[in-house]
T-cell receptor, first 111, second 114 residues
């Protein structure tokens, strides 16, 4: 069964304290891996798509990387406005194009 | 901006009533998805539409749930005889590339069944 596991469930960082969020996945074949940010009361906001092992994407303080079994979202020198829930999702090569989501990491960055 | 639009944003209904939730996808997007997010939970897939193909209904939790997409654009998710466990945020997303690649989400409809 295709599944996605994210860790940790919650993370508290001081402003400027860099860290990484993990997304482990099990799929028959990976079509794509996606990172989203979700603020309270809002829909998920797209951040990155990764397609193959070794691929990396960057945006401001965020950098996403991909291996054959997991993805990391690295946050460098975070700011309070980076506080949100970060969601990881995969699309498998088998079946339709549905996204399988993890339960997310709740990030709180303290000033 | 021309993002995914969902209505209503909030809906309170009595147990046993039927509800309809609406989604207007981004213009030109061929793929449309419905997901459900319960408090503190991840996103649960419900249904996927792609062009004129038969929808993937594999995530619908019971026959009380149904969805349609008219003219390849607007979609309606209908829940009949609502139950308290149906209370959740219902999210709609659309994708420009038939679902291959990223999807863009609306703000969701928060459904509360009392």
């Amino acid at each position: 069964e295709d599944q996605v596991t994210q860790s940790p469930e919650a993370l508290r960082l001081q402003e400027g304290e860099s860290s990484s969020l993990n997304c482990s996945y099990t799929v028959s074949g990976l079509r794509g891996l996606f990172w989203y940010r979700q603020d309270p009361g809002k829909g998920p906001e797209f951040l990155f798509t990764l397609y193959s092992a070794g691929e990396e994407k960057e945006k401001e303080r965020l950098k996403a990387t991909l291996t054959k079994k997991e993805s990391f979202l690295h946050i460098t020198a975070p700011k309070p406005e980076d506080s949100a829930t970060y969601l990881c999702a995969v699309q498998a090569t088998s079946g339709t194009y549905k996204y399988i989501f993890g339960t997310g990491t709740r990030l709180k960055v303290l000033a | 901006g021309a993002g995914v639009s969902q209505s209503p944003s909030n809906k309170v209904t009595e147990k046993g009533k039927d509800v309809e939730l609406r989604c207007d996808p981004i213009s030109g997007h061929t793929a449309l998805y419905w997901y459900r997010q319960s408090l503190g939970q991840g996103l649960e897939f419900l249904i996927y539409f792609q062009g004129n193909s038969a929808p993937d209904k594999s995530g619908l939790p019971s026959d009380r749930f149904s969805a349609e997409r008219t003219g390849g654009s607007v979609s309606t998710l209908t829940i009949q005889r609502t139950q308290q466990e149906d209370s959740a945020v219902y999210l709609c997303a659309s994708s420009p590339t038939g679902g291959q690649g990223e999807a863009f989400f609306g703000q969701g409809t928060r459904l509360t069944v009392v």
